[in-house]
């Protein structure tokens, strides 16, 4: 009865953020004796948890398609584990390599990146095409930049390169005070800077490394955001208007939290992630869905929260 009441609350929660014109909803991977694996889903506008949906083992890459209703899990299987976010349904799998993901700015396309080869899965057709990076040997963190670009860290060589999106080298700039980029996420633009796009780079470390790439050209500067208030900061996400940074509070006790920081780095209040228990996986966001996903989602919490109180 309570996880029904919960449903229903959650439902009623959707409605409202429905109501204030928000439909982000932050993908957090998680793991806990009670749920096993899975990812954890809240609005980070309204801050309101929306259930989650179980995966298959630990999550090692993540991305969200609004536009196809998709989660796209990368796990220990091996495989790129395909769901409906808002039923929490397996779809299918596909053997894409790598431990990072990303999607283009159509969402027609997923990428995988393993060394220096990226993996294309076409998500009309479902077929597999190759891309070379070129003079790339290792990678850590990948991200599709909307110019159309490929933004890759290295952790080996603590470098960061821009490629074009045919694989050819751009640009590249080494780490500051950096040693382990664990995710890359386009912040959106300020109006007053329009050929500039802002690439958030972050890590367990208090700060952010910032990447502005030219539009025109794929170079980028680089600079460092101090993170307060975090003792470590493991995941970043795009935003309508900015990005939001996850990562564990200083508070006490501890807590594991999202913050949204502006368009001109300033940082907000922070969002109690109560719900999540560990960060044992990367982080996504759904951005501006169709309003009816979000309807689906209010409706398949319900089957979720019935069939584990069942268990």
């Not at 670009?149 to 590249?172: E, M, N, P, Q």
């Not at 300020?190 to 796009?197: D, F, G, K, L, M």
Request: charged share 10%; aromatic share 10%; proline share 2%.
């Amino acid at each position: 009865m309570f996880a029904l009441k919960s449903a229903l609350a959650g439902c009623a929660a959707l409605a409202a953020s429905a109501a204030f014109g928000s439909f982000d909803m932050l993908l957090q991977a998680d793991s806990d004796t009670t749920l096993g694996d899975h990812i954890d889903r809240y609005d980070p506008v309204n801050r309101v948890y929306l259930g989650s949906f179980p995966v298959f083992g630990s999550v090692l890459a993540l991305a969200g398609s609004s536009a196809r209703g998709l989660a796209f899990v990368r796990s220990s299987t091996a495989n790129v584990d395909i769901f409906n976010y808002s039923t929490g349904d397996y779809i299918r799998n596909s053997p894409l390599v790598g431990t990072s993901l990303a999607l283009n700015e159509a969402q027609d396309k997923l990428y995988s990146i393993s060394g220096g080869t990226l993996t294309i899965l076409d998500l009309n057709t479902f077929s597999t095409s190759f891309i070379t990076l070129s003079g790339q040997s290792t990678s850590s963190a990948l991200c599709a930049s909307k110019t159309g670009r490929f933004i890759v860290a290295d952790d080996t060589s603590a470098t960061i390169r821009s490629y074009s999106s045919t694989g050819a080298f751009l640009f590249s700039t080494t780490y500051i005070g950096f040693t382990n980029v664990k995710q890359i996420a386009e912040r959106a633009n300020s109006n007053a800077i329009s050929n500039i796009r802002y690439q958030m780079a972050t890590n367990l470390t208090t700060s952010l490394a910032g990447l502005n790439e030219t539009v025109s050209s794929g170079s980028f500067g680089t600079n460092s955001t101090a993170i307060t208030g975090f003792t470590s900061n493991t995941g970043i996400v795009s935003a309508h208007e900015g990005a939001y940074i996850i990562g564990v509070k200083t508070a006490t006790p501890t807590f594991i939290a999202a913050t949204k920081m502006s368009t001109t780095g300033n940082l907000t209040s922070s969002f109690n992630l109560s719900q999540t228990t560990s960060l044992t996986g990367q982080s996504a966001i759904v951005l501006a869905p169709e309003p009816g996903a979000f309807i689906a989602l209010g409706f398949g919490i319900i089957p979720l929260l019935v069939k584990r109180k069942k268990k």
